[in-house]
């Protein structure tokens, strides 16, 4: 019994952890005082970083991560912060995939904006929660049990800083989109 109380305790310290860098991080978006990168940021790139840092959580889910090379598409923006918000959509869909299932993301570019897509192919988002599925603290019906329901916020309030837009919907065969569109000015 004390090595799995042992490794309870240590679960919780992960999470209040993960709790507290994630307050911080929202707190420095408010007051303005986030540093933000302006570099060429390659979105083939940032995808596959983000789905690398998820390694080992997608393969004890038995999750695949597909990211198509579509070329060198890029925008100017924060590698660091823009791979973060990935992660947190990522992950939103991994947790909401069947064990064997996959995520997808895709990219593409035209003059005005670069567009990523992130999609899974699980039940999708239940109605009444795609209004409120970027405020803070807010849990969907299906969220993952140790969730705190701010990772969708951190997403959004990344992209908008980097003027951006993201947006999420079912589609139509069932699963959960979330479109990102950064604009060039």
């Known amino acids: 019994i004390p090595g799995a109380y ?3 305790v240590k679960q919780q310290l992960k999470r209040l952890n993960r709790l507290e860098e994630s307050l911080l991080m929202l707190s420095k978006i ?3 005082t ?5 570099e060429k940021v390659d979105l083939y790139t940032v995808l596959n970083l983000a789905a690398d840092n998820l390694n080992d959580l997608l393969r004890k889910n038995h999750i695949a991560v597909e990211i198509p090379e579509n070329g060198s598409i890029e925008f100017w923006g924060d590698l660091e912060w823009t791979m973060e918000a990935l992660i947190n959509l990522i992950k939103n869909c991994m947790e909401h995939s069947k064990p064997g299932g996959v995520v997808y993301c895709n990219y593409s570019g035209n003059p005005l904006y670069v567009e990523i897509q992130v999609w899974d192919d699980g ?3 239940d109605t009444e929660d795609l209004p409120h599925l970027f405020d803070r603290f807010y849990r969907g019906r299906c969220a993952a049990s140790d969730g705190i329901g701010i990772g969708l916020a951190l997403a959004r309030s990344i992209f908008e800083l980097q003027n951006g837009t993201i947006t999420a919907y079912n589609l139509q065969n069932g699963g959960a989109c979330f479109e990102i569109r950064m604009y060039s000015h």
């Open 6 to 8: 042992a490794e309870q």
């Open 30 to 32: 408010d007051a303005g």
């Open 34 to 38: 986030l540093p933000l990168k302006r």
């Open 123 to 125: 039940e999708g988002f």
